[in-house]
């Protein structure tokens, strides 16, 4: 570092570029920014009226006290644990041309969480009082309560990422060679927090006694595994965006991998799922109720039915068609197979996992839910900003990896840093 | 506009205009921005700076405490018009409460409810209540045959009815899962909630296995004359919107001595309330002298809400 | 018929209220050695009861009477329960109590005028809850130990008092079973039906 004369101004000059570059596009990219935008301020409105009128402006009650938001905040934070299936081959197998490509996966995380948090924001009745949760000036109730491990391993694999990118980002702008002192420690931690993020959230539920849904030591291997499949199939799409709408090279073998990858946690999750329904069903018993008010709805109840088989059949077809060769290939077989299990493990971790385990209730009462438009809003609003960020990170990432974004002597004002 | 030079980005080319129409987009996004928040700001206006920046409870001095009582009181009064004092209810040393119902002679008559709906200040259109009572189906303690929107006249044939609150739980799981401390158990066994730290993330809600706890989904509404001016700070003051609130078996009668109000309502005596320290109370004698049992004995919880069958 | 019944009824339940509020008399309950405690005091009438007698004064009050206006004069019918013998008076006492007569409670012996245990002890009225003690001891002692009939006050006697009801303020003595009543309002939950679970 000493060696450049002012760093401080050419990191000055990487944010500004960056903040050109990622305004900077065709008219499909301005589109699509104008559409997320559009999308992210309908959300943002939808929270503030749901802020000042209360949390009556969604449809939770005192007995289905969570809903979309934890739902999504739950898929999100699976979707940040995924990236981390690109930097176990990348850094741990010395995958060359994964190496290549796994920014993707870290810049994924990054948004990932990003919309987790923001997810549990907006769940809570009073955010302006956030400040409570701050270690040191608020109150931390650690290591007692789960939920403030959630926030330590989420707000840290955040940071993690941030500075694994943003420091081999900035190299690489400098031309210089990043020194793996730097980053390399950081790396390896983040595949161990990566699978602690996911798991804690699980703790989250499953440590509670009274909901005899998510009582059950299967969730955390449940979660990782459907983790496993949703983040990596997000991946695949986001690689398939890049590829074709940058100069960026991306080489199939990294894809390929990743099909692997998915079709090994895509069983896995399976077979987890159905040795969970056959504990329920087989034994019966008060535990059942949640389980069987899902599947097939109880005391004339059936709110949860439709979606529970969509994931089913969603997360089936996914699952099979990742099967096929065609899979393997850059195709609209994988496409839609990505799809099919990303939308299938939405469903399943949320409205198919957060929403039973409080219907019936911890009594027994049968009070059914059904997202209100403002929750329908928000979460848009959530994915909508995530997107966003992730769409701007990306397209930071190609400038820098391309050469479009440089330190040169064209546009450098102080004297040139060494180059390699 | 585009004549001048804003400021020098760095690129090859058309950087004027581009820069220009940049700009543009970024004011009217900001400005877009300001405009969906706008409610927040109508919110936020509302809110109180003292009460923002209120330390919790538990550090308060007493003279801080004292100040925002004060605080309290002058609010509520100048909000319903009625001589409402906002107290703080400490513990009674050697005092440990505890409960008791003898379902054998509890009707479901919802008195106590309607009580605790009264006595604590409890929004008015929910009809909210800390209880809820249970229409049971004899040959069994299966709620899953229970109901509470039973309207018809009680004692129902081949029923027996079990009104669940807050169990007060010796392990209570709600505290464990509250991740800032704004929900605590007191010396007198009572799980008490600061309604001015809670965030409102309800994970004590979900992790109570007695659907004991209730949210604050709206500032709660009560007409002015229907307000119970007696208050407490940690009981029955009226609720913030967006915080949680539960049972504190009425803190500020019973640490005053007085009984709850479910127990004072309740016409055929079927709850029994006191101090479990002391050999010679009532509570201690069922106890001993009763079969009594515990909601969800196996989750380890440990209640302080006993039940019983007589015959 | 029905309405001498409820009138009957009211009229037990008003005189108990309105006489304990009058003069309330302390009870001894078993009481350790410890601090000065207040006192608990039951509610209990303190007189016979008066029958309406259907017809109203001049000022339109109506015209009540004590039990002994009729039965020292008229001897007592030893078989009678709760009406079902009866001919002249009384024909719509109804109710429903075990097998007891008439004389099991009331005390013949002074028109009626006073009750009288199983071993033919006189007793007043207004210690009406030794009578019912007499065949419901773990109701009596339950309610000795606070554990049955309804109360207001203080759990800590040393900080205050406590009113309690006796039985007949509850329990109808010809017809002792708690009456069926409609209940409070229900929870008004949002998307909460009503009797989900039927």
């Known amino acids: 570092m000493s060696t450049t004369p002012l760093p401080a101004l050419s990191y000055l000059r990487f944010l500004r570029q960056s903040l050109h570059v990622a305004t900077e596009g065709g008219w499909v990219f301005y589109t699509w920014m104008f559409v997320l935008t559009a999308v992210a301020l309908v959300g943002a409105n939808a929270w503030a009226v749901q802020v000042r009128d209360g949390m009556i402006r969604t449809n939770m009650t005192d007995h289905v006290s969570w809903g979309l938001y934890i739902a999504n905040f739950t898929f999100c934070v699976g979707l940040a644990a995924g990236g981390v299936m690109m930097v176990i081959p990348a850094y741990l197998y010395d995958d060359h041309e994964m190496h290549d490509v796994v920014i993707i996966g870290e810049l994924l995380a990054i948004a990932a969480i990003v919309m987790s948090t923001l997810s549990v924001v907006v769940d809570l009745g009073r955010p302006d009082r956030f400040w409570h949760m701050i270690p040191g000036i608020g109150k931390f109730n650690w290591p007692i309560s789960m939920l403030t491990w959630d926030i330590i391993v989420l707000n840290g694999y955040l940071l993690i990422n941030l500075h694994v990118v943003g420091y081999l980002l900035y190299m690489r702008f400098l031309g210089r060679k990043p020194n793996p002192i730097w980053y390399i420690p950081f790396v390896y931690l983040s595949i161990f927090w990566a699978i602690s993020i996911h798991t804690v959230t699980a703790f989250l539920y499953c440590g509670l006694g009274g909901r005899p849904f998510w009582n059950t030591a299967l969730l955390a291997p449940r979660f990782?595994?459907?983790?496993?499949?949703?983040?990596?199939?997000?991946?695949?799409?986001v690689m398939r965006v890049v590829r074709l709408g940058s100069d960026l090279p991306i080489q199939p073998g990294p894809s390929r991998l990743l099909v692997q990858i998915i079709r090994v946690a895509a069983a896995i999750n399976l077979l987890m799922l159905f040795s969970e329904l056959f504990t329920l069903f087989y034994a019966g018993g008060s535990h059942l109720a949640s389980a069987k008010y899902l599947f097939f709805g109880d005391h004339g109840k059936y709110g949860l039915v439709p979606w529970i088989w969509s994931a089913v059949v969603l997360n089936l077809v996914g699952t099979v068609l990742f099967f096929t060769p065609a899979a393997i290939q850059r195709s609209k077989t994988r496409l839609v197979a990505c799809l099919c299990v990303i939308v299938g493990i939405w469903i399943e971790k949320g409205m198919g996992l957060i929403i039973p385990g409080f219907i019936p209730s911890t009594l027994h009462e049968v009070v059914e839910y059904s997202p209100s438009l403002t929750e329908w809003k928000v979460t848009a609003g959530i994915w909508a900003f995530g997107l966003l960020i992730l769409t701007a990170m990306l397209r930071v990432a190609v400038a820098v990896f391309t050469d479009e974004m440089k330190l040169t002597e064209a546009t450098e004002l102080t004297p040139a840093t060494e180059m390699p | 506009m585009s004549e001048k030079k804003p400021f020098s980005l760095p690129v090859v080319g058309e950087v004027d205009r581009r820069t220009t129409l940049k700009a543009g987009a970024a004011t009217l996004g900001l400005a877009a921005w300001a405009a969906a928040l706008k409610p927040m700001v109508e919110w936020a206006s509302s809110l109180d700076r003292d009460e923002f920046f209120q330390k919790h409870y538990r550090e308060l001095t007493r003279e801080q405490l004292q100040v925002i009582l004060h605080k309290l009181t002058f609010e509520a009064r100048k909000e319903t018009g009625k001589p409402v004092t906002v107290k703080d209810h400490k513990p009674i040393p050697g005092v440990v409460f505890a409960y008791a119902l003898n379902l054998s002679i509890c009707i479901g008559c919802r008195k106590c409810a309607e009580a605790c709906h009264v006595e604590n200040n409890h929004d008015r259109p929910s009809n909210q209540s800390y209880i809820r009572v249970f229409e049971m189906q004899k040959g069994g303690i299966d709620f899953e045959k229970g109901n509470t929107t039973y309207d018809r006249p009680v004692p129902g044939k081949d029923k027996y009815y079990m009104p669940v609150q807050c169990q007060q739980c010796e392990n209570p799981p709600c505290v464990s899962a509250c991740p800032i401390e704004a929900t605590w158990q007191e010396s007198d066994g009572i799980v008490v909630v600061d309604y001015n730290w809670c965030i409102g993330c309800r994970y004590c809600e979900a992790a109570c296995p007695y659907h004991a706890r209730r949210f604050n989904w709206t500032k709660p509404e009560v007409p002015p004359d229907e307000v119970n001016p007696n208050q407490s700070y940690l009981s029955n003051r009226i609720r913030p919107q967006g915080v949680m609130e539960k049972c504190t078996f009425c803190l500020h009668r019973t640490r005053e001595g007085r009984m709850p109000a479910c127990l004072e309502a309740c016409p055929t005596g079927a709850r029994v309330f006191g101090n479990i320290l002391d050999p010679d109370s009532e509570i201690r004698w069922v106890l001993e002298n009763k079969r009594v049992f515990v909601l969800k004995e196996e989750l380890g919880t440990k209640p302080r809400f006993y039940y019983f069958f007589d015959k | 018929m029905l309405g001498r019944d409820a009138l009957m009824l009211s009229l037990v339940v008003v005189m108990s209220a309105g006489c304990s509020r009058s003069a309330p008399a302390p009870i001894e309950l078993p009481d350790p050695v410890g601090p000065p405690r207040f006192p608990v005091v039951i509610r209990?009438?303190?007189?016979?009861?008066?029958?309406?007698?259907?017809?109203?004064?001049?000022?339109?009050?109506?015209?009540?009477?004590?039990?002994?206006?009729?039965?020292?004069?008229?001897?007592?019918n030893p078989e009678a329960r709760l009406g079902t013998l009866l001919t002249k008076f009384h024909q719509s006492l109804r109710g429903q109590h075990g097998h007891l007569t008439c004389i099991s409670c009331h005390n013949p012996d002074e028109g009626y005028a006073s009750l009288r245990l199983a071993d033919g002890k006189r007793l007043p009225y207004s210690e009406v809850m030794q009578l019912c003690a007499q065949c419901h001891g773990p109701q009596y002692r339950d309610y000795l130990h606070g554990a049955h009939g309804g109360m207001t006050g203080y759990w800590d006697l040393s900080r205050g008092g406590r009113e309690r009801n006796n039985c007949v303020d509850c329990h109808h003595p010809h017809a002792p079973r708690y009456p069926t009543v409609m209940p409070a309002r229900g929870p008004n939950d949002r998307f909460q039906t009503r009797g989900s679970h039927e």
Do not use: M
């Open chain 1, 224 to 237: 990782l595994a459907s983790a496993f499949v949703s983040g990596p199939a997000f991946i695949l799409l």
């Open chain 3, 44 to 76: 209990k009438p303190l007189e016979a009861p008066k029958i309406l007698t259907g017809s109203v004064d001049e000022k339109g009050n109506p015209i009540s009477i004590g039990c002994a206006t009729c039965h020292t004069t008229n001897p007592s």
